[in-house]
């Protein structure tokens, strides 16, 4: 089945640097690739997706890029902010099934 | 995307008794699924619900422990059956539209769930 992997597993940047976490799946068939961003106590939230017809993908300071032949997907976040700080999920699609990356933590200082 | 709700946010239960969840959609959907988060993990697919059949289990799940119903296109139930400590976790129900909004899920807000 899919796995996926997600480094780092913590990321502390100071305001206004950018952060990049990255991504690798396994299962050359999996085709929509969804980031979620999670608050403490809250619900996951898609900040942003790509799919796998497409290499990247903007959203005022977010951006995805996805390299399908080396299975790897990458979330960019310039000019953080403190609103910024929470757990980052990468996920991978296969058929109807999602399948997780472990998550990063992400701290912004102000 | 949809609203979804999910009843109750929250619980602290008994070892060896069972919780039903229950997850609400005020439109209806293609597909409806259930996870479990534990404390500082990912999510993990527990199973999904499918409409007016047995719902379709992920390794390492079962149906006498995790039984679920979805009786309906907005509504779907995951009972947690017998109860132990290793069970405390966040379960959440996702929902995802192919004839609406495709392939993206959105979440419920959450069971949040603790086994004395």
């Known amino acids: 089945g899919e796995n996926v992997e997600q480094h780092p597993s913590t990321l502390s940047v100071q305001e206004g640097d950018s952060a990049v976490i990255k991504c690798t799946y396994s299962d050359s068939a999996s085709n929509y690739f969804p980031w979620y961003k999670q608050e403490l106590g809250k619900r996951p939230q898609l900040i942003i997706d790509?799919?796998?017809?497409?290499g990247e993908k903007k959203d005022q300071r977010i951006a995805v890029t996805l390299n399908k032949t080396a299975k790897h997907f990458s979330l960019h976040i310039t000019e953080t902010q403190p609103e910024d700080s929470a757990v980052y999920f990468c996920a991978a699609k296969k058929g109807n099934k999602l399948v997780f990356g472990a998550g990063t933590i992400l701290r912004v200082k102000s | 995307s949809a609203v979804i709700s999910q009843k109750p946010s929250r619980d602290i239960c008994q070892r060896g008794t069972s919780l039903t969840i229950q997850c609400q959609v005020d439109?209806?959907?293609?597909?409806m699924f259930w996870y479990r988060q534990q404390p500082g993990q990912s999510l993990t697919l527990i199973a999904t619900?499918?409409?007016?059949?047995?719902?379709?289990?992920e390794s390492g799940f079962v149906i006498d422990k995790f039984p679920i119903s979805r009786p309906n296109l907005t509504f779907s139930t995951l009972t947690v059956s017998n109860m132990s400590p290793e069970d405390s976790s966040i379960y959440l129900c996702s929902v995802e539209d192919l004839q609406g909004w495709g392939d993206t899920q959105y979440f419920g807000p959450g069971t949040r769930l603790t086994v004395l």
């Open positions: 619900a499918n409409q007016g059949s047995e719902a379709t289990y």
């Open positions: 439109s209806q959907v293609t597909m």
């Open positions: 790509i799919r796998s017809n497409v």
